[in-house]
C-alpha cells in the first residue's frame, strides 16, 4: 500500500473511558430510527471481506462463526461482507445471485440474531463489478489478448499480424508507449479492466437496463433469508461508485452531469425498494470524496446524499477513496488491488500518516453531506466510518453532528466486545486496534482475514478453529463480562 512522504507515526489511544453511568447516557449508546429498523444504540460494524466464503459463494461454518463473533458484542448493526449480485464465479466472495444461496445466508442470519441475544440488526451489503484480469506474461499478451488494429499496422507498416505480435513482444516499453493506446498499455502493464464507459461492450451498454432487476433480486433473496435490511455498495472501485464518479462520460443519459451519473444508483434503488417489504431497510455506502484526479470531489457527494435522502433512502453510509485509478502496479500473474494507491490509503489510512493523520479523515466531508441533508429539511441517518477506536471519539461525532450512527471496522476486528465493554464500563479492558493494517495485507492477498492482537492466542487449544495452515486462529478469544 502507498504511504504518505511524511511518515508521521500516530499512537492510537483509549482516551476517555466512560463509567457505566456516562456510557448508558450518551450519544453512543442511545437508539436511533433507521427507516422501519430500530437501532439499540448508534454503532455500525461495515462490511469487510474476511476470506470464508467457498469458492462458489457459499456461507460455510467459518462464515457463520465470523459474524457470530461478532454478534457477540452486540453493535446496534453488523453490515455483511460484499456479496454478489450475479451468479457469475468470483472466488471465495459470498453471492446472492441466485436462490440456492438463501439455505446459507438464513443460517448466518439466525446465527447472528441468536449470539446477540436479538440486541444487533444484520444487513448485508450487495455488489456488482466489472470484469478484470491478471496481469499478463508480456509474451501472452501480445500472442493471445491484444487486438491488432489499423493503427498498429500503420506504426509497424509491411508486416503481418503474426510479425506485428512479434515485433511488439520485442519492444522495450518507450518504444511500446508510441504504439500502443492508453487502454492497451494499461492492460499490458496492469491486467485488463471493464470501464463503465466501454459503450463498445454490449453487456456494459446495457447496465443501466439490467442492474436494477439484478439488485432488486438479490435484496428479496435477502429478505427471505431474514436479514433487516440491505446496503447498496455504491462506493470504491465498483459498478455502481463508477457510474457516480466524475470520470464516467457515458452520453446514453447516465453520464456526464450529476444529475444523469445520479440516474442510475437512484434507478437501483426505487426498483428494490417497490420489490421489498416496508419493513426491510435499505440504504447505500457511497464515496464522500474519491480522492483521484478528475474524480468525484465532496461537493459532488454532497449533491448525491441529499438525492438519495430525497429518494427515500433509510440511511446513507460514507467512505473514501479505494479506487483502481491510482493502484500501485500488481507483479506478472496478480490483479490490480484498488487499495495500493493513494486513494486507498485514503480509505483504509495507517499509524504512520501525513500532518492530517489516520483517524476522522472522512468526518469533514460528511459533516458537509449531513448538513446539507437537514437543509432540505430530512433527517436520514448517515453513517459515518474512518479510524474509529475509542468512546471518546465516536462520541464527539455524534456531538458534533458529523454523523447519526458510527462505524467501526478495524478496531471491532481487533476488539469485537468494544462496544459491550465500554457501555459496561469496562472500557479500560478494551484491545485497542493498533491500526498497522496487518488485516488489510491479508486481504490484499485474498488470504483469510485476522488481526494480529489475537491470532496467535490460544493455538495449544484443540478447539480453536484455525486457518488452513494453522498458523493463525480464525476467530477472537471469547470474553464473558463479569457478574
Avoid at 460455510?60 to 458484542?73: H, I, L, M, P, Q
Avoid at 441468536?114 to 484480469?133: C, Y
Avoid at 479510524?387 to 476488539?415: K, P, W, Y
Wanted: with cysteine.
Amino acid at each position: 500500500m502507498w504511504r504518505p512522504p511524511q511518515r508521521i507515526q500516530f499512537e492510537p489511544k483509549s482516551g476517555r473511558v466512560p463509567t457505566r453511568a456516562e456510557a448508558e447516557a450518551s450519544r453512543l449508546f442511545s437508539p436511533v430510527e433507521v427507516g422501519p429498523i430500530a437501532l439499540e444504540q448508534r454503532s455500525w460494524v461495515p462490511a469487510m471481506v474476511p476470506w470464508r466464503a467457498t469458492e462458489d459463494g457459499f456461507v460455510t461454518d467459518a462464515v457463520v462463526e465470523w459474524y457470530a463473533r461478532f454478534a457477540k458484542g452486540r453493535p446496534g448493526a453488523i453490515v455483511v461482507e460484499a456479496t454478489g449480485i450475479r451468479d457469475i464465479p468470483s472466488g471465495p466472495l459470498l453471492r446472492i445471485g441466485d436462490d440456492r444461496f438463501i439455505p446459507g445466508l438464513q443460517r448466518l442470519v439466525e446465527a447472528v440474531h441468536a449470539a446477540s441475544g436479538g440486541h444487533t440488526r444484520l444487513l448485508i451489503q450487495i455488489i456488482d463489478f466489472l470484469n478484470i484480469r491478471r496481469r499478463p506474461v508480456a509474451k501472452k499478451y501480445f500472442e493471445r489478448f491484444l487486438a491488432i488494429t489499423d493503427s498498429h499496422r500503420a506504426a509497424l507498416p509491411g508486416l503481418n499480424e503474426a510479425e506485428i505480435r512479434a515485433k511488439l513482444s520485442d519492444m522495450k516499453r518507450d518504444e511500446l508507449a508510441t504504439v500502443l493506446s492508453e487502454r492497451e498499455l494499461e492492460s499490458l502493464e496492469f491486467g485488463y479492466r471493464e470501464r463503465v464507459t466501454d459503450m463498445d461492450l454490449p453487456h456494459v451498454r446495457e447496465l443501466p437496463q439490467v442492474l436494477p432487476g439484478l439488485f432488486a433480486d438479490a435484496a428479496l433473496r435477502a429478505q427471505t433469508a431474514g436479514f433487516d435490511g440491505v446496503e447498496l455498495h455504491y462506493a470504491h472501485a465498483y459498478t455502481m461508485a463508477s457510474f457516480l464518479s466524475r470520470k464516467n462520460t457515458r452520453e446514453d443519459g447516465y453520464g456526464g452531469s450529476l444529475e444523469n451519473r445520479a440516474r442510475l444508483p437512484l434507478e437501483v434503488f426505487r426498483e428494490v425498494r417497490e420489490r421489498t417489504r416496508p419493513d426491510f431497510a435499505v440504504g447505500c455506502r457511497f464515496l464522500a470524496d474519491e480522492c483521484i484526479d478528475g474524480g468525484s470531489d465532496a461537493d459532488d457527494a454532497i449533491y448525491f446524499g441529499v438525492q438519495f435522502a430525497k429518494a427515500g433512502m433509510d440511511f446513507i453510509s460514507t467512505s473514501r477513496g479505494g479506487k483502481f485509478d491510482d493502484a500501485k502496479q500488481p507483479g506478472v500473474g496478480g490483479a490490480a488491488y484498488p487499495y495500493t494507491g493513494p486513494s486507498g490509503y485514503e480509505c483504509m489510512p495507517q499509524f504512520i500518516s501525513d500532518e492530517r493523520g489516520p483517524f476522522g479523515r472522512n468526518v469533514g466531508a460528511t459533516l458537509g453531506i449531513r448538513r446539507a441533508v437537514h437543509a432540505e429539511g430530512l433527517d436520514t441517518p448517515v453513517v459515518c466510518t474512518g479510524g474509529v477506536h475509542n468512546f471518546e471519539f465516536a462520541e464527539q461525532m455524534l456531538a458534533d453532528g458529523v454523523c447519526d450512527i458510527v462505524g467501526s471496522a478495524r478496531q471491532t476486528l481487533a476488539d469485537p466486545d468494544w462496544f459491550l465493554k465500554t457501555k459496561l464500563g469496562l472500557g479500560q479492558s478494551v484491545r485497542i486496534c493498533e491500526f498497522t493494517n496487518y488485516c488489510e495485507g491479508l486481504d490484499q492477498k485474498h488470504k483469510t482475514v485476522t488481526c494480529q492482537l489475537w491470532d496467535k492466542e490460544g493455538l495449544d487449544d484443540p478447539k480453536v478453529s484455525r486457518t488452513a495452515d494453522g498458523k493463525r486462529r480464525l476467530n477472537p478469544p471469547d470474553w464473558t463480562p463479569p457478574q
